[in-house]
Nanobody
Framework: IQLVESGGGSVQAGGSLRLSCAAS????????MGWFRRVPGKEREGVAT???????TYTDSVKGRFTISRDNAENTLYLQLNSLKPEDTAMYYC?????????????????WGQGTQVTVSS
């Protein structure tokens, strides 16, 4: 299983970016994928997830600004980042897990991409 992120970059506060995560050796359809971020010296933070049926979750600090989506045909996960703030600066990682219907849950995120850097200047 390989996850390859792209789309990071440097923007000014208020700007937008779209991150992509192309999956191979894994079917994004009906499974769980998520975006996580890490700032040096801090713990990794879950940003947004999407489960098998398509339900999404967001950490409070990005609600209303970020949107996670999945293109099953392209086997690609996206994260649209709008109204970016300097505190969104981090390395963003894509991760994949499997979805269980009984019980209804995602397994642990065991597969990770190499990360893409997002830098937001004030």
């Amino acid at each position: 299983i390989q996850l390859v992120e792209s789309g990071g970059g440097s923007v000014q506060a208020g700007g937008s970016l779209r991150l992509s995560c192309a999956a191979s050796g894994y079917s994004a359809r009906n499974n769980c994928m998520g975006w996580f971020r890490r700032v040096p010296g801090k713990e990794r933070e879950g940003v947004a997830t999407i489960d098998g049926p398509g339900s999404t979750t967001y950490t409070d600090s990005v609600k209303g600004r970020f949107t996670i989506s999945r293109d099953n045909a392209e086997n690609t996960l996206y994260l649209q980042l709008n109204s970016l703030k300097p505190e969104d600066t981090a390395m963003y990682y894509c991760a994949a897990a499997y979805f269980s219907y009984y019980p209804r849950r995602c397994t642990a995120y065991s597969y990770w991409g190499q990360g893409t850097q997002v830098t937001v200047s004030s």
